[in-house]
């Protein structure tokens, strides 16, 4: 499985951007993807979660009201709308796709086993 990122980008305090992370390969594989981010000297944390076929979502809770994770399953792509962004979420972020069947949603880096290149987003202030 491949994951390419897109939508990275500038943006102020308060704006939206829209990530998208599309899947290639054996993507009939992939029970969840999601996306994680990292700053600089911080361990890669998460950030949200799709389970892709029922469409089963989880989020961080710093995230919480103000993204929204959703997925096409028809072009194997995840999307990660960012609203009232924060200076705070300035982060690398990453798409991961997990192959693991769990109860709950896999939040851990450890249970993902495909990742993407990763997109600067910036928030200013």
């Known amino acids: 499985v491949q994951l390419v990122e897109s939508g990275g980008g500038l943006v102020q305090t308060g704006g939206s951007l829209r990530l998208a992370c599309a899947a290639s390969?054996?993507?009939?594989?992939?029970?969840?993807m999601g996306w994680f981010r990292q700053t600089p000297g911080e361990e890669r944390e998460f950030v949200a979660a799709v389970r892709m076929v029922r469409g089963t979502t989880a989020y961080a809770e710093s995230v919480k009201g103000r993204f929204t994770i959703s997925r096409n399953n028809a072009i194997s792509t995840a999307y990660l709308q960012m609203n009232s962004l924060r200076p705070e979420d300035t982060a690398v972020y990453y798409c991961?796709?997990?192959?693991?069947?769990?109860?709950?949603?896999?939040?851990?880096?450890?249970?993902?086993?495909?990742w993407g290149q990763g997109t600067q987003v910036t928030v200013s202030s």
């Open positions: 991961a796709a997990s192959p693991y069947a769990r109860a709950d949603i896999v939040q851990r880096t450890r249970d993902y086993a495909h």
């Open positions: 390969g054996y993507t009939e594989s992939i029970v969840t």
